[in-house]
């Protein structure tokens, strides 16, 4: 994509108006300039080489995220065996794991920028988005793990087992600071031309140099928001008054099937530390 040449518009939202620049450039070559419209923006006519270009300056700047994280417990399957015999059961369940991250512009850029800015690692995820300069743009990113599976459940005579399902809801937000304005030196020059000074009717001024009563660039704000639920099992022993005694994990799928952006659905495989059928409720 092309450079971006710098306009009058574009300067003024830095701070700085034609006449502005007048007043500061005019003593540097000798008052030798009539008025503003001595100054010239990218004009090859009247100062040809003098260029000022407008850019994303240095790499996007990551703030820390922030976090808060809730879970809730359910109770999928319960039983009290009052008799004599093993209790023998399977238990389905389906559930889902997603993770959605999204990212809006709520601060632009406040000049013209022909290019896109690309921001990478948002809560340290492999995600990345590309930003033109304009305010209220929204780019999102998401997935989600399809899983089965069934358990078989013994509970042994006299025992009160019960399988429980956590539910862990995970929120961050994060800001991304993009630093925009002018290109450095040479690519910020701004010309002039008078009478003759120094051997010469045009000069050129580097902008960043010379320009210096307010900042040539600014910040663009770009907010990101995450929203990630887990699900993990485990399974409760209680006491003859209902009172959990311990637990301990179980057995989870080692494949799920993979959704991006509510595509197409990708069977992917999970590395897990157990893989055990049965889930015994014993003393």
């Known amino acids: 994509m092309s450079r971006t040449k710098t306009t009058w518009e574009d300067l003024a939202h830095l701070g700085w108006y034609r006449y502005g620049i007048f007043l500061a450039l005019n003593p540097l070559r ?15 006519n009247a100062n040809p080489g003098f260029y000022c270009y407008n850019t ?68 340290d995820l492999p995600v990345g988005f590309d930003f033109s300069q304009d305010s209220e743009q929204t780019k999102s990113r998401g997935k989600s793990y399809e899983f089965t599976y069934v358990w078989n459940l013994i509970v042994e005579p ?24 002018l290109e450095d030196y040479p ?28 900042p040539l660039s ?15 099992y485990f399974f409760e022993y209680l006491d003859s008054k209902g009172e959990v005694v311990s637990k301990e994990l179980v057995s989870m799928p080692t494949h799920g099937m993979l959704s991006l952006n509510g595509g197409e659905a990708t069977a ?16």
Request: charged share 20%; net charge neutral.
């Open 56 to 123: 994303y300056k240095g790499a996007p700047k990551m703030q820390a995220p922030s976090y808060s994280e809730s879970t809730t417990q359910t109770v999928v399957w319960e039983y009290n065996n009052r008799t004599h015999e093993v209790f023998k059961d399977s238990w389905r369940e389906s559930w889902q794991n997603t993770e959605h991250v999204s990212a809006t512009v709520t601060k632009g850029a406040t000049i013209r920028i022909n290019s896109s800015v690309h921001i990478e690692g948002l809560f």
């Open 218 to 232: 600014g910040t663009m704000v770009i907010s990101a928001s995450l929203n990630k639920v887990d699900h993990s």
């Open 268 to 283: 992917v495989a999970f590395a897990v530390g157990r893989n055990i059928d049965d889930v015994k409720a014993v003393a």
């Open 30 to 44: 000798g008052n030798t300039m009539k008025g503003s419209e001595d100054v010239t923006l990218n004009d090859d």
């Open 187 to 214: 690519n910020d020059q701004i010309g002039t031309k008078g009478a003759m000074w120094n051997g010469y009717t045009n000069w050129g001024y580097s902008a960043h140099n010379y320009l210096t009563k307010h």
């Open 158 to 181: 006299g025992q009160h087992g019960r399988l429980v399902r956590t539910t862990t809801t995970k929120v961050g937000t994060q800001e991304c600071l993009v630093t925009f304005g």
